[in-house]
């Protein structure tokens, strides 16, 4: 009887370690479709010294990859995660209280990628090449050294802004999705800044 006591004990305490897995993978997965996400401690990434706005009264970091071929600049109370080298993810977190709960729902999601082009190629035809299929978006800014792009990601309905610099060899791209409505006016503002904050250094080409 020892041994059968035992043995439900290991197959209920299995059960209950089977189970509490199964409900976290859960959260986690209604917590990406809501576009929920902790804070993460930034310190662990590549962020740099910070410099103040007096204008603005604004505290921004700056990023700049290895080769030194580009510098963003961005919101110090921004989360930051680097993909690599030459690509990070910006998100902007608001805290909200619902009821008894305290959430954090991530305002926008902006990627910064630093692509490499045709030789030839213009920044008109590779903004074409690299159009998802799912995407809707009108150029709003055309130009031939920078071009913005206003549209809307058709699979999920979340509006997003392309800003592209040509780096000559590469392409600078700042893709921003905007995920609350009410706050996208301001978020737009916010990545204005951002975007004439830009550094591109051409020069540094080989």
Known sequence: MGCEGNCFLIFTMTLTVVF?????????????MLGIHLIEDERKYETVSVNNDN???????????????????????????????NSIVLKRIQA??????????????LSVDYLKKDENESLDEFVAKNKKDGDQYEVVVPGKDEINIE?????NSIPFELHCFDGDSAVLCLK????????????????????AKVEINKENKE
């Not at 509490?20 to 990406?32: P, Q």
């Not at 909200?96 to 999601?109: C, N, Q, T």
Request: glycine share 4%; aromatic share 16%; charged share 35%.
């Open 176 to 195: 921003v999705d905007y995920y609350r409505v009410g706050n996208t006016e301001k978020c737009r503002d916010t990545f204005r800044e951002i975007v």
């Open 151 to 155: 549209g809307m990601a058709i699979n």
């Open 55 to 85: 204008s603005a009264n604004v505290k921004w970091n700056f990023f700049q990859d290895k080769n030194k071929d580009f510098k963003i600049y961005y919101p110090a109370d921004w989360i930051m995660e680097k993909n690599s080298e």
């Open 96 to 109: 909200e209280e619902i009821g008894d709960y305290k959430m954090e729902s991530m305002l926008l999601r």
């Open 20 to 32: 509490l897995l199964v409900v976290a993978f859960a959260l986690y997965e209604i917590k990406e």
